[in-house]
T-cell receptor, first 109, second 118 residues
Framework: GENVEQHPSTLSVQEGDSAVIKCTYS??????FPWYKQELGKRPQLIID?????GEKKDQRIAVTLNKTAKHFSLHITETQPEDSAVYFC????????FGKGTMLLVSP | GAVVSQHPSRVICKSGTSVKIECRSL??????MFWYRQFPKQSLMLMAT?????????EQGVEKDKFLINHASLTLSTLTVTSAHPEDSSFYIC??????????????FGPGTRLTVL
């Protein structure tokens, strides 16, 4: 089955800095790579996703890159704000998703 | 659009009782729904895939007789935790995958159900 590794487990940045979270996956059949943001006690919210026929996707301050050859994908958040503080999960799969262990992002004012 | 509801949000029950959790896609059809379990400060672990009109597909290590799943319509899946024990206490989250063309990979999550078994 799929195995997803996510790093770092925690990330502290100053407001305005950029944040990068990286994930690797094992199953070359995976073709869908979403990123979710989860605030404490709340549901995971899809923030961006990418499919295997695309190498990069951007939505305002958020971007995701995918390297299928190396089996890794990354989330980039620019101009971070305190409200970006949350746990971020990457996932990989096709019919089902396997989630990474999460990254707790803390943005300090 | 793509709203998923879950009920109840919180339940406390005695050991040995059964608890039913409902997951509904409110504004879209979902042939496929998923049930996850999340322990505090941990990731989402897929328990089973719920398929409308057919049997659920359980992940390895998940007891199908303990976690009963029914997906009777295109907008409703239920998870019943039978004979619950304290170790079943957890945060259970469902997700629904929209059937419409072009978005079939995307999963939208419900708000979760906090189960506490005394």
């Amino acid at each position: 089955g799929e195995n997803v590794e996510q790093h770092p487990s925690t990330l502290s940045v100053q407001e305005g800095d950029s944040a990068v979270i990286k994930c690797t996956y094992s199953d070359s059949a995976s073709n869908y790579f979403p990123w979710y943001k989860q605030e404490l006690g709340k549901r995971p919210q899809l923030i961006i996703d990418i499919r295997s026929n695309v190498g990069e996707k951007k939505d305002q301050r958020i971007a995701v890159t995918l390297n299928k050859t190396a089996k890794h994908f990354s989330l980039h958040i620019t101009e971070t704000q305190p409200e970006d503080s949350a746990v971020y999960f990457c996932a990989a799969g096709y019919s089902t998703l396997t989630f990474g262990k999460g990254t707790m992002l803390l943005v300090s004012p | 659009g793509a709203v998923v509801s879950q009920h109840p949000s919180r339940v406390i029950c005695k050991s040995g009782t059964s608890v039913k959790i409902e997951c509904r896609s409110l504004d879209f059809q979902a042939t496929t729904m998923f049930w996850y379990r999340q322990f505090p400060k941990q990731s989402l672990m897929l328990m089973a895939t719920s398929n409308e009109g057919s049997k659920a597909t359980y992940e390895q290590g998940v007891e199908k007789d303990k976690f009963l799943i029914n997906h009777a319509s295109l907008t409703l899946s239920t998870l019943t935790v039978t004979s619950a024990h304290p170790e079943d206490s957890s945060f259970y989250i469902c997700s629904a995958r929209e059937d419409s063309r072009g978005r079939r990979d995307t999963q939208y999550f419900g708000p979760g159900t906090r189960l506490t078994v005394l």
